[in-house]
């Protein structure tokens, strides 16, 4: 079992639409928890910090369930800029990635 | 503003050869770490690293060696490379855990071994 399992999408959704994606971690002793974001032949780039208590910026929500072991980051009024893929990581001192899910958001 | 910085873009080696790949970062960092990027499989990790000549093994360490010998500098070695280890790579490194283990990446290391 991966120690990081990320929904495989892809999701396409118009313009407008709410989309949520999770994450599932083994690792009950995890401590950092990060949504990253990547468009095509770029590095990942920080998205959000997940919070314990659950955290929102904008559009964005991100959400820790620590006893059930996932994240989550919801999307709202989805822009056509927000077409990339989506990576979780989670870690202690080792940080692993989900595998990604893929967003395209149409008009 | 961290800067990582990977010493290639671009790599096209023949099998068998030795392969450094160098990653520089800027802001005293404790944490670095070498990841491989494929289609549909994700960052994986290889190699981490949270201090000056300590190492641990990621997911996928076969066939890669790297080297911490300054803080700033986290090499990864791949000492005979193979066709199987065509991929783009990736550096990062962290101030520590937690929040601070936000992740800053290098813009990658693209190898092509024929």
């Known amino acids: 079992r991966k120690e990081v399992e990320q929904d495989p999408g892809p999701f396409n959704v118009p313009e407008g639409a709410t989309v949520a994606f999770n994450c599932t971690y083994s690792?009950?002793?995890?401590?950092?928890f990060f949504w990253y974001r990547q468009d095509c032949r770029k590095e990942p780039k920080l998205l959000m910090s997940v919070y314990s208590s659950g955290n929102e910026d904008g559009r964005f929500t991100a959400q820790l369930n620590r006893a059930s072991q996932y994240i989550s980051l919801l999307i709202r009024d989805s822009k056509l800029s927000d077409s990339a893929t989506y990576l979780c990581v989670v870690g202690v001192n080792d940080m692993r990635f989900g595998a990604g899910t893929r967003l395209t958001v149409k008009p | 503003d961290v800067k990582v910085t990977q010493s290639s873009r671009y790599l096209v080696k023949r099998t068998g050869e030795k392969v450094f790949l160098e990653c520089v970062q800027d802001m005293d960092h404790e944490n670095m770490f070498w990841y491989r990027q494929d289609p549909g499989l994700g960052l994986r990790l290889i190699y981490f690293s949270y201090d000056v000549k300590m190492k641990e093994k990621g997911d996928i360490p076969e066939g890669y060696s790297v080297s911490r010998e300054k803080k700033e500098r986290f090499s990864l070695i791949l000492e005979s490379a193979s066709t199987n280890q065509t991929s783009m790579y990736l550096c990062a490194s962290s101030l520590g855990t937690g929040l601070a283990g936000e992740l800053f990446f290098g813009e990658g290391s693209r190898l092509t071994v024929l």
């Open positions: 690792n009950s002793a995890s401590q950092s």
